[in-house]
């Protein structure tokens, strides 16, 4: 896996760069210390997963997510943010971003949030990225008639945070066909990957807030 990290602290960077190398395969390509290097880096060395800071001086980690992911790189973004409910983390994942991770998580949950964004089987990691999600939800009830009913349902399961595993053992269908629902979800509402798709249904109104709170 190859990952760049953007941080405006020298210190950060090497911190996060001693704990990803050291996992085998993974590979640090490129640093960053604000948004307009992020973009020349995350094109100049196409990382599989960005690590982006929000509050940096000059371009800010928002608006640097927003640009290399229109300008089409296919590297998901994981948020570091130094709060839980952050307005910023919120729209940095409308931007496209995969979802956020705080910077105080120990190394082996850091880890596991590279992984699973690199993978997008579970995008919705750690649990508080939904509270942050539901705090800009629209309370107002919306149906998805581009849907089927079956995809509906694994559109509500997504929004809990599950796995394709989970959803499969969940609606006792097959992990193949789970994957088949998610990837005609995505086609279906264009967004990019599953967290756009459980922003969508948070935003549009389909899954509401407290909807998921007990699971």
Known sequence: MRIQIVDDD???RMGLRAILSSVEGWEVVAEAGDGEEAIARAFEHLPDVVLMDVRMPGLDGLAATRRILAEGCDAKVLVLTTFEVDEYVFEAMRAGASGFVLKRVPPTELIEAVRIVASGESLLFPSSTRS??????TPAERAMPELTERE???LRQLARGRSNQEISTGLFVSVETVKSHVASILTKLGVRDRTQAVIVAYESGFVRPGDSADL
């Open 132 to 137: 942050v999600i539901e705090r800009f939800a």
């Open 152 to 154: 509906q349902d694994v």
């Open 10 to 12: 020298p210190l950060v």
